[in-house]
Nanobody, 132 residues
Framework: QVQLVESGGGLVKAGDSLRLSCVAS????????MGWFRQTPGNERQLKRE????????????AYADSVKGRFTISRDNAKNMVYLQMNMLKPEDTAVYYC?????????????????????WGQGTQVTVTS
């Protein structure tokens, strides 16, 4: 079992930066593909979480949603059981609850995974609010 805990959310202005962190328990962290998802205010009732970024277990492969490409960077430190999401040039539409997620699926380790259903472990979320 893996437990994930996010931190680093907050209230910022458009154009500002934030770095989200996620710490994982357990010794298997370095084997998991990790991802960041977000749930926007409009998607709360549908319980839908939007893919943001993914990183393979080695950290060599990353992938991003088109909406954040060039602004967000996902990274990980396997020695510290940490995964990060550096968010630059934030926009009001980035306002959401951000979730860290971990996947043990073998095929995700090759290119990462974008599907919410492909992740086994989830954190509790951290709120990011961007004002205009």
């Amino acid at each position: 079992q893996v437990q994930l805990v996010e931190s680093g959310g907050g209230l910022v202005k458009a154009g500002d930066s934030l770095r989200l962190s996620c710490v994982a328990s357990g010794r298997m962290f370095s084997r998991y593909t990790m991802g960041w998802f977000r749930q926007t205010p409009g998607n709360e009732r549908q319980l839908k979480r939007e893919f943001v970024a993914t990183i393979t277990s080695s950290g060599r492969i990353t992938a991003y949603a088109d909406s954040v490409k060039g602004r967000f960077t996902i990274s990980r430190d396997n020695a510290k059981n940490m995964v990060y999401l550096q968010m630059n040039m934030l926009k009001p539409e980035d306002t959401a609850v951000y979730y860290c997620a971990g996947s043990a699926l073998d095929y995700c380790s090759e290119y990462g995974c974008r599907g919410e259903y492909e992740y086994d472990y989830w954190g509790q979320g951290t709120q990011v609010t961007v004002t205009s």
